[in-house]
């Protein structure tokens, strides 16, 4: 089933990057938010996006002017919801805040939409505890920056509609993403162990093993990763960072999830990574 109307409902990082991807699939995409002022810098980024891909010779202008006008800012999100056939939740990893929206949602969205949640380690039963029909919901988590990541995780609840997953596992392909399907325990497969990757180099950091650079040209160069481990904890965000790992802690009781110190510390002195300028490395 080619899926052709999409509604985004969060408008952040991931948000406008799910947004994107979906114009360019060919898919008529409304973004919307519970904050109004969280619209406009969105569609700017959507704009940057489509900008810089014409630039790389990745787009072509017409490819832009086609997928740009697929692309609304809707600020009601009834109106957003309402003839979508794919409903992507892209909002804070907060799990009462998903709770009551996707008993929202199950309300406004036609009841034959997929419904799909973009945590990243967040239980997607616990999520759709509070619906009428939980085997709606599947999760969707798309990785940063979507438009370059290749992956997503299709995460399969207990008790998740076969036909849920199906679709998702299609819409995902539709993206030109690959898709993985995982079951739904804590951290999924690649939470699980990005954060601890992540955890330990930044407690390497802590007990002085070696600069951050080094740590992260330690796994670019020797293990071929994209991006070592603190400058991606630098892009990601280290609230989002030490949120995951709190939860993960919490749940798995494992000592590898702890969060260090220096993570805490940073976070409470507000230095979260590249959206304040500063976290494991200065940003412009």
């Known amino acids: 089933m080619t899926t052709r109307r999409v509604a985004v409902v969060g408008a952040g990082t991931m948000g406008h990057g799910i947004a994107y991807v979906a114009t360019l699939a060919g898919c008529s995409v409304a973004l919307t938010d519970s904050r109004p002022e969280a619209i406009p810098p969105a569609i700017r980024r959507i704009g940057d996006l489509f900008t810089g891909g014409v630039k790389r010779g990745k787009l072509g202008e017409a490819d832009v002017a086609a997928a740009a006008a697929r692309l609304r800012a809707d600020r009601d999100l009834d109106s957003a919801v309402r003839e979508a056939d794919v409903v992507i939740e892209a909002v804070v990893e907060d799990l009462g805040a998903k709770q009551r929206l996707f008993a929202e949602l199950e309300r406004a969205a036609p009841a034959d939409a997929l419904l799909a949640t973009n945590t990243s380690s967040l239980s997607v039963a616990a999520i759709a505890s509070g619906m009428r029909r939980p085997g709606r919901l599947v999760g969707m988590h798309f990785f940063n920056p ?39 325990t804590p951290g999924f497969a690649s939470s699980r162990l990005g954060v601890a990757l992540g955890l330990e180099a930044i407690r390497m950091l802590e ?69 304040t300028g500063k976290g494991f490395y200065s940003w412009p």
């Open 207 to 275: 007990q002085g093993v070696a600069s951050a650079e080094d740590i992260d040209k330690a796994m670019e160069l020797g293990y071929n990763h994209p991006m070592g481990p603190l400058k991606l904890t630098d892009l990601v965000g280290l609230d989002v960072r030490l949120a995951i790992a709190e939860y993960l802690y919490r749940t798995l009781e494992e000592p590898q999830f702890e969060p260090p110190q220096i993570l805490k510390n940073k976070v409470a002195k507000g230095e979260l990574g590249k959206k």
């Open 146 to 184: 979507v438009h370059a990541m290749k992956l997503v995780e299709v995460v399969q609840p207990a008790g998740a509609e076969r036909a849920a997953v199906d679709r998702a596992l299609g819409f995902v392909r539709q993206l030109g993403k690959e898709p993985i399907v995982v079951k739904d």
